[in-house]
């Protein structure tokens, strides 16, 4: 579970992008923290990085691996 000390620095967000889950090797979207919907692992990637493949951790379930965005990082203008 991604961890958080100051709220002033984490908005709450509806967006879409949270909704959407991502097959492993597929290129992330946005950039922020992914998690696996599978085992629970999080990683930090820039956006247009590969997310990882479906070894990237021994599983005990047989459920497909699948990426979703938690925490999308904001990049100001």
């Not at 085992?39 to 070894?55: K, M, S, T, Y």
Request: charged fraction near 15%; hydrophobic fraction near 30%.
């Amino acid at each position: 579970m991604a961890l958080k000390k100051h709220d002033q620095f984490i908005k709450q967000s509806n967006d879409v992008a949270f909704d959407q889950s991502h097959t492993p090797g597929e290129r992330a979207p946005h950039p922020g923290i992914y998690r696996c919907t599978n085992c629970g692992d999080e990683i930090a990637i820039a956006g247009g990085h590969v997310l990882p493949p479906q070894n990237h951790k021994q599983h005990t379930s047989t459920a497909p691996i699948r990426w979703q965005l938690i925490v999308y990082a904001v990049s100001q203008p």
